[in-house]
C-alpha cells in the first residue's frame, strides 16, 4: 500500500494544524494504521493509532489535545492536533500495518513537517 501523507506547516503554539494519509487501496483491508513523529536528533515514535474497528492509541504527551479518525470512504486517515505546543515540532509519518496486533508496519508515507512557535 502506498501512503502520502500531506497538511503540514507552521502555526503558533496554541494553534491548530489537521495532518491526512491518504491510503492507495481500501483501508478497510488494514489493520492499522498510525502516525510517528521525528524530531531534530531524536528516534521515530509512535503518536496515535487507529485499528480497522477503531480502537485508538495515543502517546502520553498528546493524549487530549490529538485526535486520531478513520474516513473509509476516502481511504483516509485524520489527525487532529489541537493546543500545540513547541514540542510537538516534528516529522511526521504515516505508517500501515496489515495483520497481527499492535503498530508498526513496512509500510511509511513521506513525511510532513509541522513547526510550532512559542
Known amino acids: 500500500v502506498q501512503l502520502q501523507a500531506f497538511g503540514g506547516g507552521s502555526v503558533q503554539a496554541g494553534g491548530s494544524l489537521r495532518l491526512s494519509c491518504a491510503a492507495s487501496r481500501r483501508i478497510t483491508s488494514i489493520n492499522a494504521i498510525a502516525w510517528y513523529r521525528q524530531g531534530p536528533g531524536s528516534r521515530r515514535l509512535l503518536v496515535a493509532g487507529?485499528?480497522?474497528?477503531?480502537?485508538?492509541n495515543y502517546a502520553a504527551s498528546v493524549k487530549g489535545r490529538f485526535t486520531i479518525s478513520r474516513d473509509n470512504a476516502k481511504n483516509m486517515v485524520v489527525l487532529q492536533m489541537n493546543s500545540l505546543k513547541p514540542e510537538d515540532t516534528a516529522v511526521y509519518y504515516c505508517?500501515?500495518?496489515?495483520?497481527?496486533?499492535?503498530?508498526?508496519?513496512?509500510?511509511w508515507g513521506q513525511g510532513t513537517l509541522v513547526t510550532v512557535s512559542s
Open positions: 505508517n500501515a500495518k496489515e495483520g497481527g496486533t499492535g503498530w508498526g508496519g513496512p509500510w
Open positions: 487507529i485499528t480497522a474497528d477503531g480502537s485508538t
